[in-house]
């Protein structure tokens, strides 16, 4: 069976620190992983994914992910964080033999004057 | 290019009512679908189509029903409300590739309390 876990439902930074979202995945298969972003009132916006190409997935707004497998781990990170990026952010993983997409829980990001 | 449309954007129903959300894309994406966000939680997915005719079940797929008769529309129906689905409604597209690695385009949601 897969499952995505956010290790973290809140996280605070100060601006123009860096930031860390934390994403573990179990999947009995080749996995697909997706970071989304949710701004307050709005629908979901891909910030990047990975689909077994490189193992260091950069996206938009300055945001990158890398892939371990050995620690069954995505986790999202960005060098400075900057006030536009408070939001929710949600780690899906998806298997290549299925349709089936599994949501974590999400994780909302604090940004600190 | 207007992406992912739906509408309502609000609605408050009273147990037992129906409904139909709807969901429009311009994108000419093959397949949409369905997803509810609860608070706190991650989006589940209701039902999905792969193009015009096609339909199939989710997560949680009971107590809706959808149709797709063109590659644009994919309304939501809710038969007997119920305050269960009281939720936010996401409606999604995304190209033709499949749900494991297609990026999919959202709308802005449908919030609904059912009463």
């Known amino acids: 069976a897969q499952s995505v876990t956010q290790l973290d439902s809140h996280v605070s930074v100060s601006e123009g620190t860096p930031v860390l979202l934390r994403c573990n995945y179990s999947s009995s298969y080749s996995p697909s992983l997706f970071w989304y972003v949710q701004h307050p009132n709005k629908g979901l916006q891909l910030l990047l994914k990975?689909?077994?190409?490189?193992?260091l997935v950069k996206g938009i707004n300055g945001f990158e992910a890398e892939f371990k497998k050995s620690e069954t781990s995505f986790h999202l990170t960005k060098p400075s964080a900057h006030m536009s990026d408070a939001a929710e952010y949600f780690c899906v993983v998806t298997m290549n033999r299925d349709d089936k997409i599994i949501f974590g829980k999400g994780t909302r990001l604090h940004i600190l004057p | 290019n207007a992406g992912v449309t739906q509408t309502p954007k609000f609605r408050i129903l009273k147990i037992g009512q129906s409904m139909t959300l709807q969901c429009t894309q311009d994108?000419?994406?093959?397949?949409m679908y369905w997803y509810r966000q609860d608070p706190g939680m991650g989006l589940k997915l209701i039902y999905y189509s792969v193009g015009a005719g096609i339909t199939d079940k989710g997560e949680v797929p009971n107590g809706y029903n959808v149709s797709r008769s063109t590659t644009e529309d994919f309304p939501l129906r809710l038969e007997l409300a119920a305050p269960s689905q009281t939720s936010v409604y996401f409606c999604?597209?995304?190209?033709?590739?499949?749900?494991?690695?297609?990026?999919?385009?959202f709308g802005p949601g449908t919030r609904l309390t059912v009463l």
């Open positions: 994108m000419n994406h093959n397949y």
């Open positions: 990975y689909t077994s190409a490189a193992t």
């Open positions: 999604a597209s995304s190209p033709g590739t499949g749900p494991n690695t297609d990026t999919q385009y």
